[in-house]
């Protein structure tokens, strides 16, 4: 069974930064793509950013130029390092894992992070 732990999650000021981490008990080798959702209190979930194994990252457009997704291997590791961050950029952080055998597509989550952007 495939787990997921995220951390680094809190509560920073406008402007501040912080970084998410989502540790992975399998090679991430393993996932077609690896990626974070995030879901503001009351709203639907939303992709933010993911790392195809092949292919360019993705953004949504309202975090381009400020959030960056990366990449441990041998860690098994995938990080968001959220820079100039916003109040709406207040969500819980999901961390996302997609596997694909054969005809067979499976996702795993985390358990969530709250990233509060408050002053």
């Known amino acids: 069974q495939v787990r997921l732990v995220e951390s680094g999650g809190g509560l920073v000021q406008p402007g501040g930064s912080l970084r998410l981490s989502c540790a992975s008990s399998?090679?991430?080798?393993?996932?077609?793509?690896m990626g974070w959702y995030r879901q503001p209190q009351g709203k639907q979930r939303e992709l933010v950013a993911a790392?195809?194994?092949?292919?360019?990252?993705i953004y949504v457009d309202s975090v381009k130029g400020r959030f960056t997704i990366s990449r441990d291997t041998t860690k098994n590791t995938v990080y968001l390092q959220m820079n100039s961050l916003k109040p709406e950029d207040t969500a819980v952080y999901y961390c996302?894992?997609?596997?694909?055998?054969?005809?067979?597509?499976?996702?795993?989550w985390g358990q969530g992070t709250q990233v509060t952007v408050s002053s």
């Open positions: 996302n894992a997609e596997m694909i055998v054969g005809t067979t597509t499976s996702n795993y």
């Open positions: 399998e090679s991430i080798f393993r996932f077609n793509t």
């Open positions: 790392y195809p194994r092949t292919g360019s990252r």
